[in-house]
């Protein structure tokens, strides 16, 4: 791995720009990245070594109650996903606190780890924060028997409900939840974790005056600057701007737990680095987690995004994501499927993750607005290879429902690509892509499942929806626009 001097180390110090909160104080480049001991244990709810997928539908009615919310789980085993074997988790059922009330939008943010170190993947649920609950999050253990199926109750938690994330924020070992509320305002839970769900301290962090107008839109961690500590990344700002989308923001890891100030970041000759989507991951295998943040549209005063979106992926660094590298791909990019139209919205979900076994991590890519067949906004998705130089534009994928082997149809306003997650289903070092349509149907939603091979993405797999589940389906439940981060 070629090493960084000190001279670009400071060029590159000079490009991260404190714009509304000081820069954190650079930490001194740590001379080798730490691999973790081993890979945290995550989604992995009954611990059977084969990764499980929580689809979220807040807004599911349950029992009649409105965007109550509910989570679906499959499980994985040897031969891919349970078709047709889903759990259902809501409030009120399997001693998940309740009960489920309109307008909860339970699961509205999802993330995994093991908080209690049992060896099964736990969940962290965040559902609408109300007065009379301070305690918008759930802790749902995982245990043999999946989820909510051990002797210890879920257990409600005080935090940010909006946006979760886990890692382990302070290194000591234990992992840790990173939660914001729609505001930004950034509450972190630090392990180790008591029996009853408690952990051991928690940091609030409010946004500055300054930023009264400004939103979280997105909150995913990593480790980008390789130090061993995982550090958190979001989307953080005013959407109406002239940018017209939040910025990057990056929050470091450290001994004492996640830094209390953001670095933003500024491109040359470009501006700030703003995004609509975002993922976080290992793409070139170098030990520093890579962001890639996707533009959807062009903002009428801007020239620099292609009308149809792009993604940006930024390599991470001993000081973070590392903007002199920063590579930008869009569907006009040589190599890559498909071209780049106007409100195609080419990067409307992200996710990153090893498709193929070959260790560097590929990158899917949502294009919601795709249309297919003269069908508008039918949606597609396209998958990008990582490589030891970063990601290529040979070997591009591209699926939609009308793929041949895809069961279902492209129709207008499916949305095919609104959500996409890479998960290990069955074991084999391969992941396997979930997409979503949340339109499909009236926008009841559904999930796509597509396996894997030594080339990644194949066409081969099948759908779930809310009711292979026992859970009633209908119009509005939007059904997979949520999943762990
Ligand atoms: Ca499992
Ligand atoms: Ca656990
Ligand atoms: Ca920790
Ligand atoms: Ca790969």
Redesign the pocket.
């Known amino acids: 791995m070629t090493r960084r001097t000190p001279t670009l180390l400071a060029a590159l110090a000079a490009l991260t720009l404190p714009l509304l909160t000081p820069a954190p104080a650079a930490a001194t480049p740590t001379p080798t990245p730490i691999p973790p001991q081993s890979p945290p244990l995550k989604d992995d709810f009954n611990g059977d070594g084969y990764q499980d997928l929580a689809i979220g539908a807040p807004r599911a009615a349950v029992d009649g109650r409105k965007s109550a919310g509910h989570i679906a789980i499959v499980h994985g085993t040897k031969s891919g996903l349970e078709e047709n074997a889903q759990q259902s988790i809501r409030r009120g059922a399997d001693r998940i606190p309740g009960p489920a009330r309109a307008d909860d939008l339970f699961g509205r943010a999802l993330t995994s780890a093991?908080?209690?170190?049992?060896?099964?993947?736990?969940l962290l649920v965040g559902a609408t924060a109300t007065e009379e609950s301070e305690r918008p999050l759930t802790l749902v253990?995982?245990s043999r028997k999946g989820l909510a199926g051990g002797p210890v109750p879920a257990v409600r938690l005080a935090g940010g409900e909006a946006f979760l994330t886990s890692g382990d924020f302070d290194g000591d070992g234990h992992q840790d939840a990173t939660t914001s509320d729609e505001r930004g305002t950034l509450t972190v839970l630090y392990g180790p974790w008591a029996k009853d769900g408690t952990p051991a301290r928690t940091s609030v962090t409010a946004p500055g005056e300054d930023d009264h107008a400004d939103r979280m839109t997105s909150l995913t961690a990593g480790d980008v600057n390789g130090d061993g500590i995982t550090d958190a990344v979001g989307l953080f700002g005013d959407p109406g701007n002239s940018h017209g989308a939040a910025s990057l923001a990056y929050w470091p890891g450290s001994a004492t737990g996640l830094s209390r100030t953001r670095a933003e970041f500024w491109r040359p000759g470009r501006g700030p680095v703003t995004g609509d989507a975002l993922a976080v991951g290992e793409i070139d295998r170098d030990g520093y987690a890579d962001i890639v943040v996707s533009r959807t549209h062009r903002e009428t005063d801007e020239s620099t995004t292609p009308p149809g979106g792009q993604v940006t992926h930024l390599p991470g660094s001993p000081l973070g994501p590392d903007i002199t590298r920063a590579r930008d791909f869009d569907q006009d990019s040589p190599g890559v499927a498909g071209t780049s139209k106007d409100l195609w919205r080419f990067g409307s979900d992200l996710s990153i993750g090893d498709m193929n076994g070959d260790g560097y991590g590929e990158l899917a890519i949502g294009v919601e607005g795709r249309t297919v067949a003269g069908r508008k906004n039918a949606g597609g998705v396209v998958t990008l290879r990582g490589s030891r130089h970063g990601l290529l534009t040979s070997g591009t994928r591209s699926l939609t429902q009308d793929t041949k082997r895809v069961d279902t149809q492209a129709e207008t306003d499916d949305r095919f690509g609104s959500r996409t997650k890479l998960v290990d289903f069955n074991g084999d070092g391969r992941r396997e892509l979930a997409v979503t349509a949340e339109g499909e149907n009236r926008s009841t939603g559904m999930v796509w499942l597509f396996r894997s091979n030594r080339s990644g993405l194949t066409p081969d797999g099948f759908f779930v929806h809310a009711s292979d589940g026992g859970m009633a389906a209908a119009p509005g439940d939007r059904f997979g626009s949520q999943y762990t981060s």
């Open positions: 093991d908080f209690d170190r049992d060896g099964y993947a736990d253990w995982g």
